[in-house]
């Protein structure tokens, strides 16, 4: 028994060991942890010693379930976002002027203080402010981070932190140059200058032809003139049923349309814009001039025809159209 004496002289030599540490020295030794790796991982008891009060000093700490039995996927993808605000932070901040220490408490090593903050999800981000010192905040209870918009960027929570620590320094986010990225954007950018380089030359004379231009204009007219961005603003249906047990491919009124009735109108004016150049362009050009004499008749009976089933369809559409030619009367 003679080891008793001596270690009851140990205890009282070194009263450090059974007082508890004081605001300092646990600010003093988590900031320390987190230079060298930060954010610091904890468990039960050094949460509970991180955050346990009077306290002089923030604390941001994320509660959190990585392991892949829980399948909390946005843990995993917020875990990264969390590390880089706590690296950018400790980084700028080596000197601890923002008062402010970073921890992570995953639920294997912290089954007790889920237990008893009653967790059911994760992953939780607390912020607890100082309780003393110039700081100290009107109500010791922790905030908490809404993360109910999904995982958040290190930027976000950055800017919630930020608000929560007036007067003190906010280091900014820094994130790694992602070479990968500047790679292969160079290469794209390289490429396509190449490529466009060498085909410019074949290019040119595409986009200055009067006739591409003619097409491009006027299938542009026919897709807005029958309609088809009604068809897209407003989901009509291609067809639709009469009540009589059949289809019915012309919507009544002229509010309303359907997707089949919208490719006829369209064919409908494709040929009379093609009559109508024949006539104007095609037709002069014939040097025979039965033969242009015939032209003119088939191309103006395809107008004339084409521009009667045109009207009937209005007439369709609506019964006080008052304008018909035959045929389609």
């Known amino acids: 028994m003679r080891w008793l004496p001596a270690f009851v002289s140990v205890l009282l030599a070194t009263p450090s060991l059974a007082a508890k540490k004081s605001s300092e020295q646990r600010f003093a030794e988590f900031h320390s942890k987190a230079l060298s790796s930060a954010p610091v991982k904890l468990v039960d008891s050094t949460y509970r010693e991180l955050t346990s009060a009077p306290r002089d000093y923030s604390v941001a700490v994320l509660l959190t379930a990585m392991d892949a039995r829980f399948g909390c996927q946005m843990c995993r993808e917020f875990q990264p976002e969390w590390n880089l605000l706590a690296k950018s932070w400790v980084k700028g901040d080596k000197g601890g002027q923002s008062r402010l220490v970073y921890g992570t408490l995953d ?5 007790d203080v889920f237990m008893s903050l009653g967790l059911q999800t994760a992953p939780v981000l607390f912020f607890f402010p100082p309780t003393v010192g110039p700081h100290a905040a009107a109500s ?3 905030l908490r981070y809404d993360f109910v918009n999904g995982p958040q960027s290190a930027e976000q929570v950055h800017a919630w932190l930020s ?8 280091p900014a986010v820094q994130r790694p140059i992602n070479w990968i990225k500047w790679i292969v954007t160079t290469v794209i950018l390289s490429g396509s200058a190449t490529a466009t380089f060498v085909a410019w030359p074949y290019v040119v004379p595409v986009i200055q032809n009067r006739n591409v231009w003619a097409a491009v204009s006027l299938i542009s007219i026919l897709l807005f003139t029958s309609g088809h961005m009604f068809n897209h603003i407003r989901k009509v249906p291609y067809v639709a049923a009469d009540g009589r047990g059949g289809i019915s491919y012309f919507a009544g009124g002229f509010q309303n349309q359907y997707g089949m009735e919208t490719q006829v109108v369209a064919a409908m004016y494709g040929v009379l814009s093609f009559a109508a150049i024949a006539l104007i362009i095609k037709v002069p050009r014939i040097a025979d001039p039965k033969a242009q004499g015939v032209a ?18 209005f007439r369709l ?10 045929p389609f009367m």
Request: proline residues 14%; glycine residues 12%; aromatic residues 16%.
């Open 163 to 170: 608000r929560h620590l007036p007067g003190r320094p906010h």
């Open 317 to 326: 559409k609506n019964g006080g159209y008052p304008f018909s030619l035959p």
């Open 107 to 111: 639920f294997t090593d912290g089954k």
């Open 140 to 142: 010791p209870e922790p």
């Open 296 to 313: 003119v008749i088939a191309w103006s009976g395809v107008l004339f025809l084409m521009y009667s089933f045109l009207l009937s369809i």
